[in-house]
Structure formats: structure tokens, C-alpha cells
């Protein structure tokens, strides 16, 4: 289904029209892909990129504007109008700028290489143009077609292998650039290879430093038709490798395999996922495949700008993490070796501390065989490094954000029954990681608190590790490990030792145990904090493994629900010159843009005011999900962002993920049916359901009435049907007993 995006009146609309562009015309959409709109997020500070991807596949094939800055973090912003190329590996949602490798781009002129050009000299020179109207994307495909030359580029993808077809005009030259050495994100090469094997095949490698501190790409090409001339040039030292490429005909296709490992796993991986020529072919399948995992989750609502924004978010769950072994199992190491993915796929991109919120425990709903693969993935990080992945990205530690995320992903997993992972491997792992001496792991085992004098970011820190040792107490309980889970119990409790009784916040404290100063909550600044890209009011909240601990020490439920309120009320939420752009999504002080806050809004239900969760949720998904290009309010990060509206839209979701537990919120569709096992469905039925009946008037399982806040993983993963009676004035005595 072709969805062009256009500007009118400083307004943005979705038409369908037809391929030509020239005609409106209505269509039925009758598949669930027909409902996903890859633009959403390329705007604002979503930072999604539209290209062509398969489901948690190897490669990521999608237009790059060359444009430095935060917002061009994918590599795409709809604001631009300048393609640098078309490249294979990118980042979904996150804050920098990172891959964007092996990239591609159409040219009619002339090629020449000058010895030391400067990287904006050779894009600018090169660079295509485009408008929205010309562009389009689906899931599984591509394409545009560039102003400035004419050519039309089209892109579709396999598990391992992406497909490129360029139709050039009947004047000019038929030429593909290769670049490997101008950078157009932010990382900088060190070392390519370009090598003419024959006339229909190029072969060669990328090495580069950036976020990922050390990757590796190798690559195949095959082309459809035979070079007729060819230029590799080194323009400035060894990692500034061009080429250009020319062609007889006018339609020139290009496979392309990659491995982190070596040409000869990248062409075995070419040749096993794309042994023909078919494009339409091709893109049916990966369409297919799309409509096969989006199908996991069908559901029904009356508004179909309301399915677009579901089926986009549901699809945007499952671009990451990435495949990482080829098809023989081998993946770059940690240590730039070969290590081999033995009887399971080796999986990259980890943005666990957005992602263990949401994500992970999505995926443990209805893709347990990946969560079986994504928990070895993890243990064999820990197997190479000594711990677990903090934020791992191709075969590198990057060590971003705060906490021991993957530990709560992996004790999830095992209280969950997932998988046929070792569980004590994987408790040992758990345990090593929580004492691992990183970011004042050591402070906070022998003081019970990080000093804010020692370690930037203390608070924050804090409290993300203590919600991970909440995790590692429920598995050693279940694996009958009394003494451990005793001890990390205990250490769950921390975020006590950060409450000020005097401001009512979280605060961080000094070696000598004073409070740090001054003091202000709305205050934030991106270096030099005590807190993780937030403020004080933000960060309050962040114990869900406790909540009725932290009750308490706001004084009871009374006093814990003003304090709740007050969040949300607060006139200026965020204040400070150096704040981070990730505090965005504001109602008060409350930032749903970043992820820490994602659960805060179910905290009502904990306090007895659940009308207030059905409320702001119901705020938050109308007015912070749009089915527009800026239709997220910030940073997608690799599926988080999307994850909270799946859950959110079906009217529940895991505050304390490790806890089995899922909070009841507002559902917003009228129906949802959760495929969680073969041929076995879950089914969400809440038929009053609109934006306007945002309130639960009553909630049953199976026909009986729960007078709980709450359904178990177990009672979903048991089947049945969860119908909410909805309403448009809230029930306030509804979870009162």
C-alpha cells in the first residue's frame, strides 16, 4: 500500500494514492501491513528511520540524508531533502548516530575522486534530492525517486540480504557510488576494502570507530548486469575508500549479504536468503513475513487512524534487536575474534535501559522463541566480557544509560519459564554482574548508597540497580537460593537511603552523607547530575519493585497520591539550559519521551485512584501518538516508546516486569487477540472502548469479576477473555477492596 506524505497549510495528511502519485484514490486495506506507516517517528525527535527491514533481520536498508546533528540520529529526518545514500545497517529511535555503513547512491554525472576532498565537499557534490511526494515506504520496501537526476531507487529486504533496483533515464550515465569512506553518521572508518572480483560481483569491508567502539562489516554485491567501468579510490588514508561503478542499462539491481565476520559469510548469507532476481518477488515475501508477526496481535477499532498508530508501533517492536550470527553461526566477538552461535541465533542492538520496561516483556507474550535467543545472545556477552550487557551494539559494550538492565530481562525470562537457556549459568551471570565493580557498583555494595561526589548520576544509578536486584532476589528465591535471595531483597530496598523526608524527593548524598545542594526538582542538566536524563520529580518514582515501600515513605497512600498528582501539575516540568532534548513529552513534570517514566502513570492504581491512570493514559496515547511523522513525542529507542502504546492500547501493562504482574491502564481498542502460544489466543475485549469512555467501569476474566488493579502473566498466557465495561465517568470505588 503506497503512503505519500505531503505538507499542505502547515498541516500534515496521509493520502493513499496511486504509484504515479497523480490521482487520489480510496483503497481497502484487508492485510494488517496495510496499517503500518514506516514515516511515523522520522520526524520530531523520533529518530526512525522509513527504509526497507525484516523482522529482528540482519540488515536495515534506508536513505540517509549525510545531515549531522541529534535528529538525524537513523540517519533519516523528514525535515530534509538531500539523500547522501542508501546503506544497510541502522538504529531505530535512539540518541546517536551510529552504522549507517556499505551505502549506495545513484548518479547520472560524471564521477571523480579527489585525493583530499572533505567529507561535506564529496556528499554535497553527489547528494540526490527529494520530495515527500516521490517517496515511499511499507513494510519490507523502499523507494524514491531523486529530482535532481531522475533516477528511481527501490529497495526490498530478506532475513540476511537486501535487494536495490535503480531505474536510471534515458539520458546521462547508469553509475553507482560505493561509499565506504566519507562518513554520512557519525562514525569514522579506519579501514576499507573495495575489490572488484568480476564483472557481477564486488566484495569488500568496513572498519570503524564510534559509539560502537570497534565494528566490523563485510559485504557482497552481486549486480544483475555486468560492470562496464569501475574506479576504487583511497581519498585520504585507509579508511576512505570510494568507488563508482557503471552499467549499459538502464535497470541495474544490486544484491547485497554482510557479516561482521568475513566477505565469505557475507556471500553465504547473500546466496542462501536471495538466490534469485525476483524484486516483486522478493518484496511479497518480506511483506508476507511482516503480516505473519503483526498477526501475532490483531485487533479491532473503529478508527483507523487509531490501527495505523498500533500496527506502526507493533511493527516498530520488531526492527530490534537485529540479527547478528550469519547463517554458519559466526559473529564478530567482543575482542574482534570469531565466536560461533552454537543451535541458536546471535542477536545485537541492546538498548536495555529503555528496553527491559516494555519491549522484553512484549516480546515474552507472543515471541518466547526469540526471548530464548536474545537471553544466549546475553550469556555469551557474559561468557566473553565477564558480565552482562549493559548496551550492547555489533559485537561492542558501549556501557550507555545506567543499571544492569539485562538481568531483569533474563529473570523474566526464567520466572517466566521461557526457554532452554541454563538457568543457573544464567543466575550465576546475574549475581557476577550485580557485584561487578562499574559506574560505583563497589561504593554502593559497601556504603548502601553511591556517593554523588564520586559518581555522576548517582541517584539514578541507584535506583535502576535496585530495581535489577529486586529481579535477582525472585530468581535465587525460585531456584531455592534463600540466602542470596534474602541478601538482594534487602539490597532492592536502597532507594531509601536517596529519600529526603524534609523535600519529599529522591536526592543525592555525599561521602560524608549530606544531601547534595542546591536543590531544586524541576532542575536538570545532561553532565554533572545526580540524575539520568531527568530531574528530581521524575526520578521519584522510579522503585516499581516497591511501590508500597515507597508509599510509605511518602507518608501513606493519601499523601503518596497528592505527591502523585502534584507531578502532573506542576506549571514548568523541566528546567535548565543544559537539560537533556530526551526530557520531552511533557504533562507537568512528567516526561513521557524518556523512557524511567514510562510506568509512572499506573503508580495511581497502587494508591487508590485508578481513574487517574485511566485518565492520563488515555491523554497520552490520544495526544503523544499521532499518525503523522512527529506522531511520536520523543526518542522511539529501539521499540520502548512503541511497546508502552501496544500494551497501553490493550489496557495493561508490566510496571515491575519481574513481578509476572500486569497493571490494568484504559484500553483504547476495542478489541485484541494475543496469539500466545500455537494456535492459543488471549482476548482483550473492552467493545465501549473509545476516547471518550476512557474510565473502567467494571473488569472480568473469563466471565468473572476481578476486584484487582491487575492480570498475571499466567492467567494470559493461560488464555481465555479480559473484557473491561467502559464508560465515560469513572468508577471510584472499582479495586477499592
Given at each position: ?7 499542505f ?7 493513499m494514492?496511486s ?13 494488517l ?12 525527535h ?11 533481520g540482519q ?29 544497510h545497517l541502522?538504529l531505530?529511535?535512539t ?38 511526494d ?6 519490507g ?5 531523486l ?11 530478506t532475513e ?37 572480483v568480476d564483472s ?20 557482497a ?18 579508511g576512505?575508500?570510494v ?10 539491481m544490486?544484491k ?14 547473500l546466496d ?11 518484496q ?13 496481535i ?12 498500533f ?41 536495555l535501559w ?7 516483556p512484549?516480546?515474552?507474550?507472543t515471541?518466547?522463541?526469540?526471548v530464548?535467543d536474545?537471553?544466549?545472545?546475553m550469556?555469551?556477552?557474559?561468557k566473553?566480557?565477564?558480565i ?14 545506567v ?5 531483569s ?11 532452554d537457556f541454563?538457568?543457573q ?9 550485580s ?16 556517593p554523588?561526589?564520586k ?17 535477582v ?8 537460593k ?5 541478601y ?22 555525599l ?20 540524575y539520568t ?45 543544559q537539560?537533556?532534548?530526551?526530557i520531552?513529552?511533557?504533562i507537568?513534570a512528567y516526561?513521557?519521551g ?6 509512572t502513570?499506573f ?8 481513574w ?6 488515555r491523554?497520552?496515547?490520544?495526544t503523544?501518538?499521532?499518525n ?55 482476548t482483550?475485549k473492552?467493545?465501549l ?43 471510584k ?5
Open positions: 500500500m503506497a503512503k505519500y506524505i505531503s505538507f497549510s502547515g498541516c500534515i495528511f496521509l493520502l494514492v504509484c504515479t502519485g497523480s490521482e487520489t484514490k480510496q483503497v481497502q486495506k484487508d492485510r501491513t496495510d496499517f503500518v506507516d514506516p514515516f511515523i517517528g522520522t520526524a520530531y523520533g529518530h526512525t528511520y522509513p527504509g526497507a527491514a525484516f523482522p529482528f540488515i536495515q536498508l534506508s536513505p540517509d540524508n549525510g545531515t549531522q546533528g541529534w535528529d538525524w540520529c537513523s540517519g533519516y529526518h523528514y525535515s530534509d531533502s538531500t539523500l547522501a545514500g542508501f546503506s541502522h531505530s529511535g540518541g546517536i548516530g551510529d552504522l549507517a555503513d556499505i551505502s549506495f547512491l545513484p548518479v547520472t554525472s560524471e564521477v571523480t575522486f579527489k585525493k583530499d576532498e572533505k567529507n561535506s565537499d564529496f556528499v554535497a557534490r553527489y547528494a540526490g534530492k527529494y520530495s515527500h516521490q517517496e515511499m515506504a511499507e513494510p520496501y523502499y523507494s524514491v525517486t529530482k535532481n537526476n531522475g533516477v528511481r531507487a527501490e529497495f526490498t529486504v540476511r540480504a537486501g535487494l536495490h533496483r535503480y531505474t536510471f533515464p534515458e539520458t546521462g550515465e547508469n553509475t553507482l557510488l560505493i561509499n565506504l569512506g566519507f562518513a554520512i553518521n557519525w562514525d569514522k572508518p579506519y579501514k576499507t576494502e573495495l575489490k572488484v557481477l560481483l564486488v566484495t569488500g569491508s568496513r572498519m570503524s570507530n564510534g559509539w560502537a567502539a570497534d565494528q566490523h562489516v563485510f559485504f554485491v552481486r549486480f544483475s548486469s555486468p560492470v562496464s567501468e569501475s574506479a576504487i579510490q583511497n581519498v585520504g588514508g585507509d576512505r575508500t568507488g563508482y561503478f557503471k552499467f549499459s542499462e538502464k535497470e541495474i544490486a547485497v549479504g554482510i557479516s561482521s565476520v568475513s566477505v565469505e559469510n557475507a556471500l553465504a548469507n542462501s536468503s536471495l538466490p534469485g532476481w525476483d524484486f516483486e518477488a522478493t511479497e515475501a518480506a511483506s508476507d513475513e511482516w503480516e505473519k508477526e503483526l498477526s501475532k490483531t485487533v479491532q477499532s473503529d478508527d483507523p487512524d487509531q490501527k495505523t498508530v500496527y506502526t508501533s507493533l511493527y516498530h517492536t520488531m526492527v530490534a534487536p537485529a540479527l547478528f550470527s550469519d547463517l554458519n553461526g559466526e559473529f564478530k566477538g567482543t575482542k574482534g575474534d570469531i565466536q560461533k552461535a552454537e543451535g541458536y541465533k546471535r542477536y545485537t542492538v541492546f538498548s529503555d528496553t527491559y520496561r516494555a519491549l522484553h512484549l516480546f515474552t507474550l515471541r518466547q522463541s526469540r530464548n536474545m537471553v544466549k545472545s550469556l555469551d556477552h557474559y566473553q566480557t565477564g552482562l550487557p549493559v548496551w550492547e551494539l555489533e559485537g561492542n559494550e558501549t556501557f550507555c544509560m543499571g544492569n538492565h539485562s538481568i530481562v533474563i529473570a523474566e525470562a526464567i520466572l517466566k519459564g521461557i526457554g541454563d538457568y549459568l544464567a543466575y550465576v551471570a546475574m549475581k557476577v554482574t557485584f561487578n565493580d562499574r559506574d560505583g557498583m563497589g561504593l554502593y555494595d559497601k556504603l548502601g548508597y553511591i554523588a561526589d559518581i555522576q548520576q548517582s541517584v539514578a544509578k541507584s535506583l535502576e540497580v535496585a530495581v535489577d536486584d529486586w529481579a532476589a525472585a530468581v535465587a528465591e525460585k531456584l531455592g534463600a540466602d542470596d535471595a534474602a538482594f531483597r534487602k539490597r532492592a530496598e536502597s532507594y531509601k537511603a536517596y529519600f529526603d523526608k524534609e523535600t519529599g524527593f529522591m536526592r543525592g548524598k561521602t560524608d552523607w549530606k544531601w547534595t545542594t542546591p536543590f531544586d526538582p524541576v532542575y536538570s542538566r545532561h553532565e554533572g547530575s545526580d536524563e531527568g530531574n528530581a520529580w521524575q526520578y521519584l518514582w522510579v522503585v516499581p519493585q516497591d511501590v508500597d515501600g515507597l508509599i510509605s515513605l511518602l507518608g501513606g497512600k493519601e499523601p503518596f497520591a497528592e505527591k502523585l498528582e502534584q507531578l502532573f501539575k506542576v506549571e514548568v516540568g523541566v528546567t535548565g539550559e537539560a537533556s532534548p530526551d520531552s513529552g511533557l507537568g516526561a513521557h524518556n523512557e524511567p517514566g514510562h510506568h502513570t503508580l495511581f492504581n497502587y494508591c487508590g485512584r485508578p487517574r491512570t485511566q485518565e492520563l493514559n491523554q497520552i496515547q490520544t503523544m501518538y499521532k503523522t511523522p512527529d506522531g511520536l513525542c520523543g526518542n522511539e529507542d529501539c521499540g520502548q516508546m512503541s511497546a508502552w502504546y501496544v500494551f497501553s492500547a490493550m489496557g495493561f501493562y508490566p510496571v515491575n516486569p519481574s513481578e509476572l504482574k500486569y497493571q490494568f491502564g484504559s484500553p483504547l481498542v476495542q478489541e485484541a487477540k494475543l496469539e500466545v502460544a500455537p494456535g492459543k489466543y488471549f482483550m473492552a467493545p472502548a473509545s476516547k471518550d469512555n476512557k474510565y473502567i467501569r467494571e473488569v472480568s476474566f473469563n466471565g468473572k469479576v476481578l476486584n484487582r488493579s491487575y492480570i498475571t502473566h499466567e492467567e494470559i498466557m493461560s488464555g481465555g477473555t479480559l473484557e473491561f465495561t467502559m464508560a465515560a465517568e469513572p468508577n470505588k472499582l479495586f477499592q477492596n
